[in-house]
């Protein structure tokens, strides 16, 4: 039964917090230019890449489990070694960039319900946030504590190319 997958944590996280179903949605409701156009940007980039490290997350897991499988049928373990640590740091990615997440969609929200001039449709983000939150069992998404920042963890960071 293969179908559809499921949402992402970003996509889940943009639906709870600001009542749209996909992070896509808000790129039209403002003027690129414009600070909201910016900032919506901004969400619908995080969004993507909380989404790709979810599924990065998912597959690694999987494909452990598939040789955990295969060791429990006595075959030896080819990259059962560093697949913890690569679990934990891509996890450890995916929940920061969703703080991140998080906190941008709620300087979004907030924004929206301070400023006068924005048309009452977008206001209507609020309303529709606020009404999916209450639908849902558990806690909103903003009465969960703040993840710390990660340090010391290593990075793939490029280095910058000398001009020539």
């Given at each position: 039964?293969?179908?559809?997958?499921p949402?992402?944590?970003g996509t889940?996280?943009?639906?709870?917090?600001?009542?749209?179903?996909?992070?896509?949605?808000?790129?039209?409701?403002?003027?690129f230019?414009?600070p909201?156009?910016?900032?919506t940007?901004?969400?619908?980039?995080?969004?993507?890449k909380v989404?790709?490290?979810d599924?990065?997350?998912?597959e690694?897991?999987?494909?452990?489990a598939?040789?955990?499988?295969s060791v429990?049928?006595?075959?030896?373990?080819a990259?059962l070694g560093t697949?913890?640590t690569e679990?934990?740091?891509l996890?450890?990615?995916?929940?920061?960039?969703?703080?991140?997440?998080?906190?941008?969609?709620?300087?979004?929200?907030r924004s929206l319900?301070n400023d006068?001039?924005v048309?009452a449709?977008?206001?209507?983000?609020?309303s529709r946030a606020?009404?999916?939150?209450?639908?849902?069992p558990g806690?909103p998404?903003?009465?969960v504590?703040p993840?710390p920042p990660?340090t010391?963890?290593?990075?793939t960071?490029?280095?910058a190319?000398?001009?020539r």
């Open positions: 039964m293969h179908g559809t997958p949402p992402g944590l889940r996280l943009v639906r709870e917090s600001l009542g749209v179903d996909s992070a896509a949605d808000l790129l039209g409701r403002h003027p230019l414009s909201y156009g910016q900032l940007a901004l969400i619908a980039d995080a969004t993507f989404d790709d490290l599924q990065k997350v998912h690694r897991t999987a494909c452990i598939r040789e955990l499988d429990r049928g006595g075959q030896s373990a990259v697949a913890s679990i934990a740091l996890s450890a990615r995916r929940d920061q960039s969703a703080e991140h997440l998080r906190t941008m969609a709620g300087a979004y929200k319900a006068t001039a048309p449709s977008v206001h209507g983000l609020a606020e009404a999916a939150v209450s639908r849902t806690s998404v903003s009465a504590a993840v990660i010391g963890l290593p990075t960071a490029v280095p190319r000398r001009p």
